[in-house]
T-cell receptor
């Protein structure tokens, strides 16, 4: 069966520090991969999605970036965190564009 | 741009009641609609997926319906239990994005 792992689960970082959140999917090949952010009291916002290795689409301009170095690995990064980057980050995958979406357990980021 | 609305934002019911959660969307050109459950501080758990050509899906005590022409979906929960307490989110799939509602927070009182 397919599983999705996301880490770290919790992260507290100072403003201006770098960020790296990692997500891996097991049990499937060539998944569509997604990074979402959920801010307190707000809906989920799509940040990035990828349909293949090295193929990244950005939905929202910001100081975050994403990379897909391997088929089932998706990384969310920042060179310098802002206070506004605080939130709950969720990685997700689907087998194809119109397929069911499955989420990881999330990473809570607090920028101080 | 697609807009997804969920009403009510919060709902409290006594255990054993049947209940309906509502989801509406503005653009009927969707691929599918998915219902999720989110427990506090956790990720989203997929409950039901309805493809655009389908009218409803059932899983255990859950039944979801889809009316694309009117831009509405409902999630019916039968015989509610305290363990059903969570936030329920609906999401509609467009060409390149999944548009989420802000959810309905359900509390089932023992």
């Amino acid at each position: 069966s397919q599983t999705i792992h996301q880490w770290p689960a919790t992260l507290v970082q100072p403003v201006g520090s770098p960020l790296s959140l990692e997500c891996t999917v097991e049990g499937t090949s060539n998944p569509n991969l997604y990074w979402y952010r959920q801010a307190a009291g707000r809906g989920l916002q799509l940040l990035f999605y990828s349909v293949g290795i090295g193929q990244i689409s950005s939905e929202v301009p910001q100081n975050l970036s994403a990379s897909r170095p391997q088929d089932r690995q998706f990384i969310l990064s920042s060179k310098k965190l802002l206070l506004s980057d605080s939130g709950f980050y969720l990685c997700a995958w689907s087998a194809f564009a119109a397929g069911e979406l499955f989420f990881g357990e999330g990473s809570r980021l607090t920028v101080l | 741009k697609q807009e997804v609305t969920q009403i009510p934002a919060a709902l409290s019911v006594p255990e054993g009641e049947n209940l309906v959660l509502n989801c509406s969307f503005t653009d009927s050109a969707i691929y599918n609609l998915q219902w999720f459950r989110q427990d506090p501080g956790k990720g989203l758990t997929s409950l039901l997926l309805i493809q655009s050509s389908q009218r409803e899906q059932t899983s255990g005590r859950l039944n979801a319906s889809l009316d694309k022409s009117s831009g509405r979906s409902t999630l019916y929960i039968a015989a509610s239990q305290p363990g059903d307490s969570a936030t329920y989110l609906c999401a509609v799939k467009g060409a390149n994005n999944l548009f989420f509602g802000t959810g309905t927070r359900l509390t089932v009182i023992p």
